[in-house]
């Protein structure tokens, strides 16, 4: 009896416009997916009023409820990355988006505040998934110099599921007028849909898509820290001691900690600002409807995460610290405005789309910065370690905010402590030097 060999995949060579139009499809697919990821973990804020007065708890409790979800993202994103650095990021950011659409429906059903946290909580995990999945497989495909531009279209893309979120949850409780229980069932169709469709368009990487690279794409040799790139990755405890041992790494880890605390202090409060107590007569008197007005704040982060990886590469040569603090200190002075100046509806909306600019656009560069500093082999870990501080932190902001809601009645804090957390962001910024 015979035996034959078996030969390895022969690659067909594309050219530079065939590869270009590969990696563009895996960054649309990656787009698309992480476009409606959102509606599976940001709608949270536009079911609380509705959640106080069914189970009867304040909002420090459900900020505990929040805080659970992102503690649980943040342990996610430790463990996933990892995992899709050792088997790859298409199948198991499809995997998320499957589950978190099981687990928001699961969330719906919750009969107290206890299985609310606990289907909320895992939900968190399986949304981690998603984000260093989708940044392992755009790694794979673009070179270092050009990633700052497609980092910062798929973080457009997750800006732009805010803004998705934020709509379709207002659509849910203001226009439909139905209760809180379905902004987790309606809008996370559309995640399993997205899932579906970057499984079906992406590769993780040139070789599973058996093309070849051009030699302009094989000429961009990584600028990872030496030490990272040396270093055996065969292993998972390999790969998470060759991340945790770079110091910029950890230091990039806690300026977009304090970042991420500014970022969700805006996009979990800043509903329950603008839904108040006469946020219903405010829209019946003919002025524009609050719960419309704080869908700028996610528009203006999708716009402002598109900006900043652009500047990153193209004005300041892929050098990321200083586009990301000069964001921070500008994010900080509009969330201050916010608090202090007696703004009109127009100006309120520009500042708070400012806001949201500012205070989201420096994500681009933070996640440019991961396979910056650990190479491609590295990029999901690296990524997830980053994303866990950047939860771990978000998750501590949630209760103290709610807790601060409850203590003075005023939810117009949020802004000082997102204006402090902004202004943290940017110092530890300063020590990257890369």
Partial sequence: MSSTTQRPAQLQEVGERGYSRWKWRVLIGAMLC????????????FAIPGIEEEFGVDKAALGWVS?????????GQAINGNLADKFGGRKLMTL???????????????????????????????????WPSGGRVISNWWGPHERGRAFGF?????????????????????ILDLVWRWI??????????????????????????RIKPPPSYADQAEKSETGTTQAKTGRSLDRYKAVLRNPKIIITGLAIGFQNSARYGLLIWVPVYFLGTNWEEAGAQGAINPAWISVALPVGMAVGALVNGQLSDRVFGSRRDRP?????????????TMFLAPLGTVAGIAVLFLTGFF???PQS??????????????AGTATGIVNFFAYLFAGIGEPVIGAVMDHTGNTGLVFPIVAGACVASALMASLIRR
Avoid at 116 to 125: E, Q
Avoid at 184 to 209: E, S
Avoid at 324 to 336: D, K
Avoid at 365 to 378: E, M
Wanted: aromatic letters at 16%; charged letters at 5%.
């Fill in 34 to 45: 992480y476009l409606f990821f959102y509606t599976g973990r940001q709608t949270f804020g």
């Fill in 67 to 75: 805080a659970a979800m992102l503690w649980c993202y943040a342990a």
């Fill in 96 to 130: 998320g988006a499957i589950l978190s659409t099981i687990l928001n429906w699961a969330t719906s059903l919750s009969i107290g505040v206890k299985s609310l946290g606990l289907f909320w909580g895992l939900n968190g995990y399986v949304q981690a998934m998603g």
């Fill in 154 to 174: 798929y973080t457009l893309a997750a800006g732009m599921a805010s803004v998705l979120a934020f709509v379709s949850s207002t659509v849910i409780v203001e």
């Fill in 184 to 209: 987790f069932r309606l809008p996370v169709l559309l995640m399993l849909v997205g899932g579906i469709t970057f499984y079906l368009l992406a590769r993780d990487n040139p070789h599973a898509a």
């Fill in 324 to 336: 990301i603090m000069i964001f921070m200190a500008l994010g900080a002075v509009c969330a201050m």
């Fill in 359 to 361: 205070v989201y656009g």
């Fill in 365 to 378: 560069s933070f996640w440019a910065l991961c396979p910056d500093l650990a190479g491609k082999r590295l």
